[in-house]
Each structure stands twice: as structure tokens, then as C-alpha cells.
């Protein structure tokens, strides 16, 4: 394993659990007046804050699913987008929420909102843990961050370069010097 961490924490686990507390109820004050909502998780980087952040949703009943993207080979974008494994359930006339771990250029969540829009949801929003806006070139709008970052390449809490620290509680930067 050839990566290295900056000694200094991004964010820790206490200040995650805050942000994802007060995103919880946001979303749940959003979705107040409606009788459904579907959750989509994009695969890998999302597992971990799509689970601490369902449980911060109070109501409405919610279901859960996830959908595999590819998009990226270690710290430098292809920009180019396969689903690697799709939904399981109908989401046309329904509430969705896309959650992902993080918005860089924005292409990724472009291409996902374009694919979900062909599905025919009755609405279809985007919460992301972590937001690089200096980094941004999409052409749709986030409805919810957690946290916008300086565009450095960061892991933990689900995040990962080429796979690895996505099991760390908190935010660390890679050292890439
Ligand atoms: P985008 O399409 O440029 O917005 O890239 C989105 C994807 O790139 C995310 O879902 C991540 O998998 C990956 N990514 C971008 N920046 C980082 C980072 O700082 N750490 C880990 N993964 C990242
Ligand atoms: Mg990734």
C-alpha cells in the first residue's frame, strides 16, 4: 500500500455525527408533506454516510437502494461513466434522493441525474457528505452538502483512493508529494 496520510484531520467523527444530525432533519423537513421516499446510495463511497444518514431521517418512511458507478482509476478522473450495478426497484412517480460521497468535477452526478430523469421520478434531489466547489463543472445544483472542501484528495468514512482507508471514522487528506 503506497499511500500516505497527512498527519492533521479534516474532519472528525464528532463533527460528521453534527453535520449529519442537522442534514437529517433537513431532508426530513424537505420531504414533511410526502408519503415516500427512495434513497439511493451510490456504490462504494456512500455506504457509510448513506447509513449514519438514514438513520438522522425521521419521516418519511423511507426505502433504500443502491446503484454502482464507474468513473474513476485512482486520483485522476476518465470521465467516462458505466453503471456497474443498477436498481432494483421502479422509481418512476417516486421521491428520490441520489447520496453520494462526494461532488468533484460534477460529472458523475450529471450523468446520474440524466439516467434517473429518463426514469420518470416525481422528483429527484442530491445529498453529498463532501463538495469541492472550486472544482465544479456540472450542470445540475446540489440540494444538500455536508461539508465543501478545498480540492485536495481526501479518505475516511467511506472514501477511498484505490480502494483503501474507506473504514477510517474521520476525514484525512492523502499526502501526495
Ligand atoms: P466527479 O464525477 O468528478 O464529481 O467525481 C465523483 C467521484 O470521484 C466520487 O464519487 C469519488 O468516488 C471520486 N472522488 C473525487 N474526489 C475524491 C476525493 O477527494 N477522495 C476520494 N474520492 C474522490
Ligand atoms: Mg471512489
Not at 446510495?41 to 454502482?68: C, Q, T, Y
Amino acid at each position: 500500500m503506497k499511500y500516505k496520510l497527512k498527519n492533521k484531520i479534516l474532519l472528525t467523527k464528532e463533527q460528521i455525527a453534527d453535520r449529519v444530525t442537522s442534514l437529517g432533519s433537513e431532508i426530513a423537513k424537505t420531504y414533511a408533506d410526502q408519503d415516500d421516499l427512495i434513497v439511493v446510495g451510490v456504490l462504494k463511497g456512500s455506504f457509510i454516510f448513506l447509513a449514519d444518514l438514514v438513520r438522522a431521517i425521521s419521516s418519511p418512511r423511507l426505502k433504500i437502494e443502491f446503484i454502482g458507478v464507474r468513473s474513476y482509476e485512482g486520483t485522476t478522473s476518465t470521465y467516462t461513466h458505466r453503471v456497474t450495478s443498477n436498481l432494483t426497484a421502479d422509481i418512476s412517480g417516486k421521491n428520490v434522493l441520489l447520496v453520494e460521497d462526494i461532488i468533484d468535477t460534477g460529472e458523475t452526478i450529471d450523468y446520474l441525474l440524466d439516467l434517473f430523469k429518463g426514469r420518470n421520478p416525481r422528483s429527484v434531489k442530491v445529498c453529498t457528505f463532501l463538495s469541492k466547489p472550486d472544482c465544479h463543472r456540472m450542470r445540475h445544483t446540489i440540494d444538500f452538502v455536508g461539508f465543501e472542501i478545498a480540492p485536495e484528495f481526501v479518505v475516511g468514512y467511506g472514501l477511498d483512493v484505490d480502494g483503501y482507508f474507506r473504514e477510517l471514522p474521520h476525514v484525512a487528506v492523502v499526502d501526495q508529494d
